[in-house]
């Protein structure tokens, strides 16, 4: 039997921290489980597990409604990762189908995503599946005081 797509769950919380980490987001499951209240809770939010038929969360994508003033809004894909060994069996693309299905459902156009530099095997993957590089940026940071 193929692996299925599923929303995440709550419980999938350790599993997505590992594959996040390997990702090179390095997270705990605590830390992972608090943001993916959040995610579950919210609607402009699309997080898709890939679950192997025993159970075995081996990839996930997360992809967002991010409206903007200066262009029609877009699905951001604001992270995907599938499981080194499960790679090369069309899960990425999978998971990709399933973001642009849940962008078109809800009227949007177009899905975006951005890619770091070094990871020249993601920027072939996302061309084959029909994206397109259109522009290479910086990206600035700043770590700000929260708020009590």
Known sequence: MPPILRPARATDAAALATLATALGYPTDSATLAARLSVLLAAPEQHLLCVVETEGR?????????????????CVEVGGLVVAADCRGQGLGARLLAACEAWAAARGVA???????????????????????????QLTFRKAVAKSS
């Open 110 to 136: 177009e899905v975006s995503v951005r890619c770091a530099e070094h990871r020249l095997d993601a920027h072939r993957f996302y061309q084959r599946e029909g994206y397109s590089h259109i522009k290479t």
């Open 57 to 73: 969360v081996c990839g996930w994508i997360h992809g967002y409604l991010r409206p903007l003033l200066e262009s029609d809004s």
